[in-house]
């Protein structure tokens, strides 16, 4: 599988920006996937993961209520609407897929759990 991400730049707090992850080489529709994030001098973070069928979703506690993850399995494209950005939100974001499908309802939390990764997208968020 490769991750193509997108949909990453300058924006001012407030703003609202929508990532995408366009996959080729295998259909993504049984797989769980996530997004990552990776600001300047810290840890790769998880953002959100969504189950393969989009209905279970995980956010983490900085961004939710103001970041909707979704899959278009059609499209083979995951997603990542990110509305009120907020300074803390500035960071190269990953897209990821396991190396298998995940079974149904799941979506895993460790990156080490992540195998295919696309090539990272940079928000910057600034006044």
């Known amino acids: 599988v490769q991750l193509q991400a997108s949909g990453g730049g300058s924006v001012q707090p407030g703003d609202s920006l929508r990532l995408s992850c366009e996959a080729s080489g295998r259909t993504i529709s049984r797989y769980g996937m996530a997004w990552f994030r990776q600001a300047s001098g810290q840890e790769r973070e998880l953002v959100s993961a969504?189950?393969?069928?989009?209905?279970?979703?995980f956010y983490a506690a900085s961004v939710r209520g103001r970041f909707v993850i979704s899959k278009d399995n059609a499209k083979n494209t995951l997603y990542l609407q990110m509305d009120s950005l907020k300074l803390e939100d500035t960071a190269v974001y990953y897209c990821?897929?396991?190396?298998?499908?995940?079974?149904?309802?799941?979506?895993?939390?460790?990156?080490?759990?992540?195998?295919?990764w696309g090539q990272g997208t940079l928000v910057t968020v600034s006044s």
């Open positions: 990821a897929a396991p190396r298998v499908p995940t079974v149904s309802g799941a979506y895993f939390t460790r990156s080490s759990d992540y195998y295919y």
């Open positions: 969504t189950s393969y069928s989009g209905l279970t979703t």
